[in-house]
C-alpha cells in the first residue's frame, strides 16, 4: 500500500487567521494575524501589528475554526527589521499544540505518539477473517502492552493496536504502533518532547527501520492536545526501510526491555552522536557509497572515542610532549603543535582493531570480514576523506559498499551489547542485519 501525507494529521500543512496574545487572560486584546504550518519547514507567524519579543516566549492564538493553538519556543524570524528592534511583526515557533480550548497550565505528565513502519517489529499470528469477500488467512500482530519505569521517573508503555477499518471490499487491518510517556512528576513540553525523540531512535535502533512520528498528543488531565512539530527529516512515503527485515523484534527484546530502557537512560548522551551519524542514512537513502562508507568510519571511531579508554596516553609521553614544545623554535611551533597535540590520541586502526577483538570468534566468522580488512578500511577512509594518492587497498563501488555494511553491522552489534543484549541473541539475528 503507497503511504501518502494525508494520512497523517502531523504532516497536515496548516493555515488559519487568528488573533495572537501572551496569556490566555488577554484573549480580548489580540493582536490579529496569520499562522502557516509545513511539518518539514516550520510554523511562521506573521502579526498586523508588532509585539513585544521576549526570549522563547509562548504565544496564544484564537483562530478563525474555534480552535485554540499554543505556540512554544517563539523566536525572530531571521528576515524580520532590525535584531536590536523588540517590537517585531515576523515569527517562528518550535511546537504547537491544538485543541478545543487552551492547557489549564504548560507543564504536563504524560505523551503520547504513533510511529509507522514497525508493525511487523511485533509477533503475529494467523488470522482468518469472515469479512472478505475471499476468505483467506491474513497475519495481524500479536498486541502486547508493556509497561517500563525509566530511571528519571519516566514509565514507557507500548503496544501495537489492530483497528478494522470497513471496506466496500471487507476489512482491512490498519496497523498502529502507539508510545505512552508518563511522568511522575510535571514536565515543560520541551522536556516530554525530547524523551519522545530519544525512544523513537531507540526503536529506530533496535528495529533498524526508520520510523516516523505520524500523531502526537499531549495530555493535560483528561483533555488532550494535538502536537505539530518540525521535523525536516520526515519522511511519510517510506522509501526507506518498509520492505527491509526488522533486526531485533519484539519478541527478542521483550525479556531485556527493563535493561535496555535503563542502560538507553545512561548511554543515549554518550551515543547520541554515534546513533545520528548511523541513521543519517535513514533520511538520505540517496547517499553516495563513499559518503556513507565515511558516515559509518566517523560513526565508529566517535562510538570508541566517547566508551573505551584512549590506552595510547601515557604519562612519560605527555612529559616528553611538553619538552618537545619548549624547545620548537616559534616559527615553526604551529607546525609541530598540530601533531604533537593528537600525538596520544588513538589511531583510527588501534580503534577497530581493538572493538573488532571485543566480538566472540563465532561473531567474528559471521561478519565474514577478509583478513586484511581493517587495513583496507583505514585507507579507504583516508583516501575518501583527503583524496591523496590512491593505492590497490582503496575500495570502490560494491567492494566499498559491502565492507560499509558489515562493519556497520558490527557498530550495531557493539552498541546493542552496551544496551546489554547478549551477544548469543545478536549471532541469531545478524543474518538479517548485514543485508540492511
Known sequence: ????????????????????????????????????????????????????????????????????????????????????????????????????EFPSKNSFKYISFDLVNLSDWFPRFRYASKNFKRKKQVFIPFTPSVTVNTPNNISITFHSEVIDKWKPYGVAFELSTKIILKSNSTLSFNELFQQTQKYRTLFQLMSGRYSAITEIFIHDNDKKYRTYFIDEKSDFNLKWGAGRPIFLNFKVLEKTLPKIIINWEKLYIEIKQVIDILTMEYHNYNLSPEVRFLNIARAIETFHRKLRINKAKDEKLAKLVVTVKKGIPKKYKNKFDNSLNYIQESTLRDRVIELYSELKKQTQTELNLQDDWINKFVKSRNYYTHFGKKNKDVLTGSHLQELSNRVRTLLYILITKELGIKEKVLMDELHHLILL
Open 1 to 100: 500500500m503507497k503511504l501518502t501525507f494525508k494520512q497523517y494529521p502531523i504532516a497536515e500543512e496548516i493555515e488559519h487567521q487568528c488573533y495572537f496574545f501572551k496569556s490566555p487572560s488577554q484573549a480580548d486584546n489580540g493582536i490579529a494575524g496569520k499562522f502557516v504550518y509545513q511539518h518539514n519547514s516550520g510554523i511562521f507567524i506573521n502579526l498586523m501589528q508588532p509585539i513585544t519579543y521576549e526570549e522563547n516566549m509562548t504565544l496564544y492564538a484564537k483562530a478563525d475554526n474555534y480552535n485554540c493553538y499554543t505556540l512554544y519556543n517563539i523566536t525572530r524570524r531571521m528576515d524580520d527589521e532590525d535584531e536590536n528592534e523588540r517590537n517585531i511583526t515576523l515569527l517562528d515557533a518550535e511546537f504547537m499544540i491544538a485543541g478545543a
